[in-house]
């Protein structure tokens, strides 16, 4: 039973999460809150192992949580729920593409879903910056302003971010080099 589950609720994500793998997180926050097969760090925990593995994000992160639910024949069963609504949407498309090319309407449609697609992919972002820089379980418990940034991973951001501006080095490095300063700092 828990297949069937694993494999509907990655059909449904697969389906809706326009924009690629961040847009997955809304939805994987969704399904932490109505499952309970994992919690909020945890989905941090998949952000950072989907991003530093080969191949799409929203697939890696099916097949780590279909993994970790379901072992291995959860993995393969949650990566198939996830991809299926693709094969179907670009099978189907490819089909009727030609009819359909110049269609003002589908044009319509792909120019009104590119709002919608920015924001489930910042809603997402939002999501990861919450879990990644502030203490929101510290601040609830003191109150105090102070207590809501953390200032280390705060500096350590801003850091890595404008690293990454200036020298444009490859993705992989900063994700090197981070794991390396999480290992030492232990933040």
């Known amino acids: 039973m828990i297949y069937l589950r694993l494999f509907w609720e990655f059909f449904k994500i697969g389906v809706f999460a326009v924009g690629g793998g961040m847009a997955t997180l809304p939805f994987l926050q969704d399904l932490s809150v109505r499952t309970g097969w994992f919690t909020s760090s945890f989905i941090t925990d998949m952000v950072a192992i989907s991003e530093s593995t080969p191949g799409p994000i929203g697939i890696n992160m099916a097949t780590y949580v279909g993994y970790n639910v379901g072992g291995i024949p959860g993995g393969i069963i949650a990566t198939l729920g996830e991809i299926l609504p693709a094969i179907l949407i670009v099978t189907t498309v490819s089909i009727y593409l030609e009819k359909f090319r110049g269609n003002k309407y589908v044009d319509y449609a ?45 500096l350590y951001f801003v850091l890595i971010f404008l690293s990454i501006r200036k020298f444009k080095k490859h993705p992989v490095l900063y994700i090197a080099i981070s794991a390396v300063v999480g290992i030492l700092l232990r933040f």
């Open 110 to 154: 792909f120019y009104g879903m590119r709002p919608a697609v920015c924001g489930l992919i910042a809603a997402a972002g939002w999501e990861i910056i919450k879990m990644a820089l502030l203490r929101l379980d510290v601040f609830q418990a003191t109150h105090q302003i102070t207590d809501l940034v953390a200032p280390v991973r705060v």
